[in-house]
């Protein structure tokens, strides 16, 4: 079985703060380079359980990633995650915002389902390794913009 990707770090902010720009402002700081067509015209995490995650084109051709399976505002976030893939390849993303004071947040990650990638669980779960590694960082910036 291939292990769940764990990660977590704490941000200089509410656990409202760190969730709003998570979903609500998604569009902001998810870099082109980890999406579908490498120039989305616009990033969309639809709010509620079902909700998509997608990218739209400049010809307005959407392209899914996932789907809203959780959804507990500004606590959980939970859902499919199958960027690239087809759906039925989907592994499951969780996200835990847990207030370590009152302005910082402990933010867990946890991305696993890599069995039903078959042979290529462990590939994909490196790449997405890298994939996280590489987005947290467009995240951290995006807490600190203004508006935050």
């Not at 990633?65 to 499919?80: A, F, I, K, S």
């Amino acid at each position: 079985m291939t292990e769940p990707l764990r990660m977590s770090f704490d941000v200089a902010c509410s656990v409202e703060h760190a969730f709003a720009v998570w979903t609500s402002r998604i569009a902001e700081w998810w870099p082109p380079d980890h999406t579908v067509t490498g120039q989305p015209a616009q990033v969309v995490l639809e709010a509620g359980v079902g909700g998509r995650i997608y990218e739209r084109d400049a010809a307005g051709v959407e392209h899914d990633w996932g789907e809203v399976t959780d959804w507990q505002p500004p606590m959980r976030l939970g859902y499919l995650w199958h960027l690239g893939r087809d759906r039925t390849d989907a592994t499951v993303v969780e996200i835990n915002f847990a207030p370590v004071g009152p302005t910082s947040t402990r933010v867990e990650i946890e991305h696993r389902g890599w069995e039903r990638l078959g042979d290529s669980a462990e590939t994909w779960r490196s790449r997405n390794q890298l994939g996280w590694d590489s987005l947290v960082p467009h995240y951290l910036t995006a807490l600190n913009k203004e508006g935050g």
